[in-house]
């Protein structure tokens, strides 16, 4: 059972456009969202997170919008960037639990 | 660089043999987590330490054990290997117990299993 689902496993960009990742969840009790960003060879790392009392945060290019009627959460990012092509992965916990990750979203953007 | 290392960054073995991962956390990092990324899977936990201590238990099969040691750094070992065992197993640190820490990941281990 997949708490957390990435629907999408791949997007395609234009550079200077939107980048729009989707991310949907089943758990309610899930209280805080992240999202990680991960180039080949590498680990994960931390991109931008938010709390569920929260709709949005932003971090620069980088937005996070939380719908939690629709337990749907985005990630935007304007604008794109070649070097923001990676594979992107949504996560969520609950109170002080581990987090559980989504497939993850493989993002190019091309120039 | 997070700050976390692991070793080896490749591993390559025949079925039924016994590996060990190894992790160092960042410097002053508590908590030690392991994971499991498999081919069209996203990243499954596995397993939790906190200072040496058990702190929580993901997916992780029976054939699979960790622990971490005094100096913090921990090791993940699998035995009875299987082909679907091949994997990349990425380690993270965090700074305290919780899971919700944010978590600095290692550039991980890919294991093949043949």
């Known amino acids: 059972d997949q708490q957390v689902k990435q629907n999408s496993p791949s997007l395609s960009v234009q550079e200077g456009r939107i980048s729009i990742l989707n991310c949907d969840y089943t758990?309610?009790?899930?209280?805080?969202f992240l999202w990680y960003k991960k180039y080949p060879a590498e680990g994960p790392t931390f991109l931008i997170s938010?709390?569920?009392?929260?709709d949005k945060n932003e971090d620069g290019r980088f937005t996070v919008f939380l719908n939690k009627s629709a337990k749907h959460l985005s990630l935007h990012i304007v604008p794109s960037q070649p070097g923001d092509s990676a594979v992107y992965f949504c996560?969520?916990?609950?109170?002080?639990?581990?987090?559980?990750f989504g497939k993850g979203t493989m993002l190019l953007v091309s120039p | 660089d997070s700050g976390v290392t692991q070793t080896p960054k490749h591993l390559i073995t025949a079925t039924g043999q016994r590996v060990t991962l190894r992790c160092s956390p960042r410097s002053g990092d508590l908590s030690v987590y392991w994971y499991q990324q498999s081919l069209d899977q996203g990243l499954q936990f596995l397993i939790q330490y906190y200072n040496g201590e058990e702190r929580a238990k993901g997916n992780i099969l029976e054939r699979f054990s960790a622990q971490q040691f005094p100096d913090l750094h921990s090791e993940l070992n699998l035995s009875s290997l299987e082909l679907g065992d091949s994997a990349l197993y990425f380690c993270?640190?965090?700074?305290?117990?919780?899971?919700?820490?944010?978590?600095?990941f290692g550039p991980g281990t890919r294991l093949t299993v043949l």
């Open positions: 938010i709390s569920s009392i929260k």
């Open positions: 993270a640190s965090s700074v305290a117990t919780s899971g919700s820490d944010e978590q600095f």
């Open positions: 996560a969520a916990r609950t109170g002080y639990s581990t987090l559980t």
């Open positions: 758990n309610s009790m899930f209280d805080y």
